[in-house]
């Protein structure tokens, strides 16, 4: 683990390395919009949460913040750069299982781009978000390399109970590598959600 601009990183990271040290923080705009848009702030959700670079700005808007992030490397930083943050080395899916962590070879050095496969040997807990019963959820941030669809299908009477704003990243891309393409963006608006701002590959979206 190092630390770069006063965040916690894995040590083989140099991706956002380079980034915080050339612009000393991560795309805060899209994050700082979504938050605005809350007008109840008690509970955010950050699936995918990375080493916690939107989680640690969540924890100084809402009461209660839990995040999940299925890489252990990253789940270490996460704890130290949002330590108020309710964190889980866990996978969200559809359903329980276990998944193995995988990384492009193109992709190395960016510690954002691990996703979890089906490949045979996994030891990484993979659970649906309803299974965890959380509440009074305003704020969801989905950000898991493909696996945004899966993630929304577990989390379904969770969403319907609490119709919180959604910042969801679509990469069809990488949606492929699980079978699917953009079925997250019209799974989210078949139950009621709007596009309200896009960023590049990720959407603001209200019910």
């Known amino acids: 683990m190092k630390e770069v601009k006063g965040v916690f990183l894995p040590d083989d990271d140099t991706y956002f390395s380079f ?3 050339k612009e000393g923080d ?3 705009e899209k994050i700082q919009e979504a938050m605005a848009l809350c007008g109840v702030r008690r509970h955010a959700v950050d699936v995918g949460a990375h080493v916690g670079l939107y989680t640690r700005r969540m924890v100084g808007v809402f009461e209660r913040v839990t995040a999940f992030e299925p890489n252990y490397d990253n789940f270490q930083c996460l704890k130290k750069n949002a330590p108020r943050a309710e964190a889980f080395n866990v996978a969200l899916s559809d359903g329980a299982g276990l ?3 995988m990384l492009d070879e193109k992709e190395k050095g960016n510690s954002g781009a691990w ?7 996994g030891n990484v807990s993979m659970a649906a978000l309803d299974s965890f019963k959380l509440l009074n959820i305003d704020f969801l941030k989905v950000d898991v390399e493909g696996a945004e669809w899966h993630v ?3 989390a379904m009477e969770t969403l319907q109970m609490c119709r919180p704003v959604i910042l969801l990243e679509v990469k069809s891309n990488l949606a492929k590598r699980y079978g699917v393409e953009d079925w997250a963006l019209q799974l989210a608006m078949s139950l ?5 701002t896009q960023f590049m590959n990720y959407y603001i979206l209200v019910s």
């Not at 996703?115 to 040997?121: A, K, M, R, S």
């Not at 009621?192 to 309200?196: A, S």
């Open 19 to 21: 980034v915080l040290e």
């Open 26 to 28: 991560w795309e805060q």
């Open 99 to 101: 998944g193995k962590m």
């Open 115 to 121: 996703y979890v496969g089906n490949e045979v040997g």
């Open 152 to 154: 929304l299908k577990g």
């Open 192 to 196: 009621g959600w709007r596009v309200k």
